[in-house]
């Protein structure tokens, strides 16, 4: 295949647009912030991100590489379908869910990460052992998708994959570095941009092909790329399924954008139109899929063997633009890839430097770090997450497979712990370390044929695949998410039962979970106010609570307060005074 000088021009181009763009944002960020607060302004954008940037920006979150590429290879490879391509609902669901249930909570107690309200009920201990999987979330995730841009543009220009991928880390790495998240959701904006014009104007060129059929015509045959559910494969479909839905909520990604929202109304319509943006924004790509699957490769230059038996099915995408369309408007399309990639990449990079700025080395260790440490510290991850990411798309060749690991332990150790945090009075550290790791055991022994990793509990319903790596049919990530939480709700009231009762000594409370918790918890807000690591106006007033039993309220009902429990600082400090009486 030839080496187009004008498609990498093309990229160039679309690059320094890109990069001039996040330096106008990080310039911007220059003159926000609350008095000044530039840490405030790079993880949560000065709290002040409108809905036309903030819808962008969620949006992009959620439709990067993985989204569109995953869906078109999904509707193409055949038994699959679009039966099988939940992403977009999945996703859309869980934002939708989020914005119902999690966006009011969260923004209105003015959280700055996904981790704070862990770290305030559970310690920082709890806090430390769920950033691990967070953090590999995020790091899985970017470097899975650079893997993929480094893989696309190599088909469409033909340039060394390593060479594509090192530059666009740099891009996004170079622009998160100086601006935090106004440079990532301007940046953003222009990307979805670029995204959804790339793919419709690819789409009506590939479509007119000679070798496609009309994909009307190949949806009524029996090998139909809408794909079909046999009813042995529904349990499996549903555990994905859920999987996407409630695992797509507890991601700090997700959290940045709706603790950057204004209010708590504002965070819960941004998570409404991000939902519906990646319903969208999958359109193209499942047409797409339904392109490749209606197309005749022995009259293309591609030929034969199709994708499928060259194992090319999950580069379908990038394969319908370089050979079905044009060349100048393959370049195009591949800036849409390009820009799916970064708006996606930029997001995760920001998020764990974030989480690990602010909940790791403010709030565990340097409680008095100043404005401008945490600043540096915060750019010095993103350019080392940045880095450890690309060096994986680059060395590892089971990135899919590890990030699909990663999301299974962010749904069944992450989520259930925010359910608890946020909704359920009473849980304590002793609940949430148990069912962490309960969860983990749950998901390691359930095996990941991705990793070529055998499974240790066999469910019912299990067959071996062509590498003799035992498949599970039974949703036993569902299972190991239900038990972690359940685990979490038991454990805690059975700690809490055992101490209140006197059964346990309060010696024994070395987490201070219990007897430490309840008795001196307005001190301890007075700790943290007095160390300055976090400000009053950040959190909901501390309550006591004193003497919860069983019988006792089991519901969190101020999470589904419409009141915005952010006080002012004047009244929070009255209200400290009083209950210290």
């Not at 209105?108 to 920082?124: A, C, I, N």
């Not at 419709?200 to 009307?216: D, E, L, Q």
């Not at 945490?374 to 590892?396: C, D, H, K, Y």
Request: one cysteine or more.
């Amino acid at each position: 295949m030839p080496f187009h000088v004008e498609g990498l021009v093309a990229i160039i181009v679309f690059y320094l647009a890109i990069l001039f763009v996040g330096i106008w944002a990080a310039w911007k960020t220059k003159n926000s912030g609350s008095d000044g607060d530039r840490r405030e302004a790079i993880i949560v954008g000065g709290r002040d991100i409108g809905l036309l940037v903030g819808g962008f920006t969620m949006t992009a979150t959620w439709v990067g590489g993985g989204y569109i590429n995953g869906t078109a290879e999904a509707v193409y490879v055949p038994g699959y379908g679009l039966a099988w391509a939940q992403a977009p609902i999945g996703y859309s669901l869980s934002l939708v869910l989020g914005g119902l249930f999690f966006a009011k909570p969260m923004r209105s107690k003015g959280y700055v990460t996904m981790l704070d309200p862990f770290q305030q009920l559970y310690g920082k201990r709890m806090g430390g052992l769920l950033f691990i999987p967070a953090l590999m979330g995020e790091m899985f995730w970017a470097a899975a998708i650079f893997s993929a841009l480094g893989a696309t543009i190599s088909v469409i220009i033909d340039i060394d994959v390593n060479i594509s991928v090192i530059v666009s880390a740099l891009i996004a790495i170079m622009y998160t570095l100086v601006g935090g998240l106004y440079s990532v959701a301007y940046t953003d904006v222009v990307q979805l941009f670029c995204i959804f014009l790339g793919l419709w104007i690819s789409v009506p060129f590939a479509m007119s092909h000679p070798a496609v059929k009309n994909i009307g015509f190949t949806a009524a045959q029996k090998e139909s790329w809408l794909g079909s559910i046999e009813s042995l494969d529904v349990y499996s479909w549903l555990d994905n399924f859920f999987l996407l839905m409630l695992g797509g909520i507890p991601w700090q990604a997700y959290f940045q954008r709706v603790l950057s929202s204004s209010s708590a109304t504002y965070a819960q319509v941004l998570s409404f139109l991000a939902a519906f943006g990646c319903l969208v924004m999958a359109l193209p790509a499942i047409l797409i899929g339904a392109i490749g699957a209606s197309t005749d490769w022995n009259k293309t230059m591609y030929g034969l063997p199709d994708p499928t038996e060259r194992e090319e099915a999950d580069m379908i995408l990038p394969i319908v633009l370089q050979y079905l369309c044009p060349v100048y408007i393959s370049f195009f399309g591949l800036g849409a890839v390009s820009a799916a990639v970064m708006s996606s990449a930029d997001s995760s990079i920001l998020s764990a430097s974030s989480m690990f700025a602010r909940n790791i080395y403010q709030l565990s260790f340097r409680q008095n770090a100043s404005d401008r440490e945490i600043i540096w510290v915060m750019r010095i991850t993103i350019f080392v997450f940045g880095a450890s990411a690309t060096a994986m798309a680059l060395l590892a060749k089971s990135v899919y497979g590890l990030w699909y690991l990663s999301s299974d332990l962010v749904y069944i150790i992450i989520f259930p712990q925010l359910l608890c945090v946020l909704f359920i009075k009473g849980t304590n550290t002793y609940g949430a370390i148990a069912g962490y790791l309960f969860g983990l055991l749950l998901r390691i022994t359930g095996g990941e044929p991705y990793l070529y990793l055998q499974p240790l509990i066999f469910y019912p319903g299990y067959y071996a695949d062509k590498n003799h790596i035992y498949i599970q049919r039974f949703p036993f990530k569902t299972l190991a998410m239900l038990t972690s939480f359940f685990t979490n709700i038991a454990v805690s009231y059975l700690a809490k039962y055992l101490f209140e009762s006197g059964s346990l000594p309060p010696k024994l409370d070395f987490l201070d979970a219990v007897v430490a918790r309840y008795s001196q918890e307005n001190m301890d807000k007075a700790t943290l106010v007095k160390s300055d690591n976090i400000i009053l106006n950040e959190l909901a007033p501390v309550n006591p609570r004193r003497s919860l039993t069983l019988n006792s309220t089991f519901t969190n009902k101020e999470a589904f307060s419409d009141v915005d429990s952010s006080p002012e600082l004047s009244s929070a400090e009255d209200n400290l005074v009083t209950n210290t009486k």
